[in-house]
């Protein structure tokens, strides 16, 4: 009996691990960062809901100073007025062509200059890095540049919106410290087994590059959404217009008596809240992109910005 009870197994006693209670200091901390975020969130947060509930208040209401946070006298006038004019929808299938179009060829430009400053191997890097670089301070300036437009036949097409900000620098040298992060031995590996230089790039180094890609992404597709300028300085019709231009001009007309075949009630009304509706009716795409890529883009910034 002695020898069975020997040879069974002692039931194991669980150890109790000890709780670390936060320290009071932690807590205090916890609370502090709280209510730091929630105010951050709050000032965020307030001025974009103030528009929206501008948007749909009375012109009254909006001169007064009433409205805060809810709409007052609800009103859809100028949603109406801008919506029901086929040239808005024209120039919104514009801005969509336009930034799908130039998103694209930026990425492809920005992602293959990139990929070259990032080895250190290749000759000349120095001298291509310093071309980039120089672009950040000097430019030809607003002349130059539209008589250079002009005289490669590019005003009214989509290229004048397209090529002279195919590349932009900030990012470029975002991407390019992104792909320098990248073990090299990786590269390495897929030369010996026969891939190409292309062949490295489209099924190591791009499909390893997601995170910073939709950053890139994200921040073109903003910026050519949002552009209106180009549009504006190299474009004369108005089937060509992106909608920023549309709207621009349409607040322009509001806030500077050109509403001359409207009542003068209808008149007051879209100049009091045309601000409001063209924030809104210009945010909603980007809005309902973003949550898609957000988790791409805050770890793309940090990947491409830290180099370990």
Partial sequence: MVAVSALRPEREVPVRRKRIRPSRGYRVFQVVNTLILVGVVVATLY????????????????????????????????????????????????????????????????TCYAYVLSKRQVKGRGVLVGIAVFTMFFNGGLIPNYVLVSQLGLRNTIWAIVLPNAINVFNLLVMKAFFESLPGELEEAAAVDGLSTYGILLRIVLPLSKAVLATMVLFYAVSYWNSWFSAFLYMDRSDLFPVTVYLRNLIAGATGGGNEGMSSDLALQIAANIQAVTIVLTVIPILTVYPFIQRYFVSGVMLGAVKG
């Fill in 47 to 110: 001025p974009f809901v103030n528009i929206l509930a501008q948007s749909f208040s009375s012109e009254s209401a909006i001169t007064a100073g009433q409205v805060n946070l809810v709409p007052h006298g609800f009103n859809i006038t100028t949603y109406k007025t801008v919506m029901k004019d086929s040239t808005f929808w024209v120039n919104y299938r514009n801005t969509v062509q336009y930034t799908v179009t130039a998103t694209a060829i930026s990425m492809v430009l920005t």
